[in-house]
């Protein structure tokens, strides 16, 4: 049997030219961009769209004017928007049954930079475990970190370092890392040390997106972020139609 390869990027731009075909790639933005979409999901939204701009996702919106309109530039709601980049903008009462057009400054870039891939999974920490679960049986393994305006970020590198974590441990044989895997893995296993919800969300408090949303007075999406396994739901990003949907009712 095939040793089972996880390969960490810490910033899409180190992907370089890594052939993606045939391998599994999961994008990582804790804060906010995949835990918000993962809230948006998980409240039955019909699908999330992700678009590279504001334009894009303005003419978009032109041809469906039923579509929710969300994202974020500057961490800050684009103006003409319906919704942030807030997780707790993203209720059921407000998704249910909408699609969602939604750009933001770093994770719908890296979405697009794993469109080579087989598939291509959303994770958070909220749905960390329900993630790992669906990647079991995957044998390459491609996770890539948003990071925030080209520098990396250590939420999403511990993010990183849990799923690595997790599915040695669920491994009947040591699995093959890059090296940005073992940084990840090393960075978490300090982290997890009597972890709860406000020891993590601390930490994520001291990374350079952490002060971003500080900045922004949105402390509460932080302590969102930090929520392990609030959600059993793995977004899933359908490259043909370019629709994120739940990876267990993946069609309309």
């Not at 999403?156 to 799923?163: E, M, N, Q, T």
């Not at 893995?185 to 997106?209: C, F, I, N, P, V």
């Amino acid at each position: 049997m095939k040793t089972k390869r996880i390969d960490v990027f810490l910033l899409p731009a180190l992907l370089g030219e890594t052939d993606l075909s045939g391998g599994v790639a999961v994008v990582i933005d804790v804060l906010r961009a995949t835990t918000t979409i993962t809230h948006a999901i998980a409240h039955k939204a019909d699908c999330v769209m992700p678009m590279l701009s504001v334009d894009e996702a303005k003419q978009a919106g032109a041809k469906n004017p039923a579509a929710l309109l969300g994202g974020e530039r500057g961490g800050q709601k684009i103006d003409g928007f319906d919704l942030g980049n807030s997780p707790a903008e993203y209720p059921e009462n407000t998704v249910r049954g909408k699609q969602i057009l939604f750009t933001t400054t770093n994770g719908t870039k890296a979405m697009q930079a794993c469109r080579a891939a087989q598939d291509i999974y959303i994770a958070a920490f909220v749905n960390l475990t329900a993630v790992c679960n669906q990647l079991a049986d995957c044998p390459h393994i491609f996770v890539v970190c948003a990071g925030t305006e080209g520098e990396i970020t250590r939420e999403d590198v511990l993010l990183a370092g849990a799923i690595v974590d997790h599915l040695e441990a669920g491994a009947a044989d040591p699995l093959q890392l890059n090296d940005q895997a073992q940084i990840a893995a090393d960075a978490w296993l300090e982290a997890k040390t009597g972890l709860t919800t406000t020891s993590l969300a601390g930490r994520l408090k001291q990374s350079r997106g952490g002060r971003n949303v500080l900045r922004l007075g949105q402390d509460n999406d932080i302590d969102i972020a930090a929520t392990l396994d609030k959600f059993d739901v793995v977004p899933k990003l359908n490259t043909q139609s370019w629709e994120i949907r739940d990876s267990r009712n993946p069609t309309p």
